[in-house]
């Protein structure tokens, strides 16, 4: 199973259109994953065109978002339980307040979003992955995303590129 990984697209105030090698990464997945700041329901709706879309809300999505959306996920990927966040509010940092979303669930992996800023580590035997952002890199160097692959494990990676185009 491949999977989509992205967040913070901010669309369409950052970008008009999803970069061309997203794109092609979304031709070829099973599922995709959003971990909120959509902006518009209108990218929710685009992604379904691709493949089924899971995805939570974040600090500046909307009311018709939120309708259809929670603010916390957990969805199942084979034999994994995936744990899907966006990580804003106060105190702490935003990668400690993503796992303190699923203190109380049992999770094999944890994706966030809010920060912009790409993530991949272990914590506790649970992966913490943050795709960074497709559209909006802000301080970093490049723009990315990420695929996750399910197989006997999970295998998370990122896709860093430099042109949004």
């Known amino acids: 199973m491949r999977i989509v990984v992205v967040s913070d697209t901010h669309m369409p105030k950052k970008a008009k259109q ?3 090698i997203l794109k092609r990464d979304l031709e070829d997945c099973d599922f995709i994953i959003h971990a909120g700041d959509w902006q518009t329901v209108d990218l929710y709706h685009h992604l ?5 879309t899971i995805g939570v809300t974040g600090n500046v ?3 018709e978002l939120k309708s259809l959306l929670n603010l916390k996920e957990i ?3 084979g034999d994994f339980r995936i744990g899907i966040v966006h990580g804003h509010g106060t105190g702490k940092t935003t ?3 993503a796992i303190e979303a699923f203190a109380e669930d049992a999770v094999d992996c944890i994706i966030y979003g809010h920060s ?3 993530v991949l580590k272990e914590n506790n035997g649970v992966i913490i992955f943050n795709p960074g952002s497709p559209t909006d890199k802000r301080r ?3 723009f990315s995303y990420g695929i996750l692959t399910i197989g ?3 295998e998370a990676k990122h896709i860093f590129f430099e042109d949004k185009q």
């Open 95 to 97: 990668e400690k307040r």
């Open 116 to 118: 912009h800023i790409p």
């Open 152 to 154: 006997e494990r999970i």
């Open 61 to 63: 999505d909307g009311p």
């Open 18 to 20: 999803l970069p061309m």
């Open 48 to 52: 379904l065109q691709y493949a089924p």
């Open 75 to 77: 969805f199942r990927a």
């Open 140 to 142: 970093q160097k490049e």
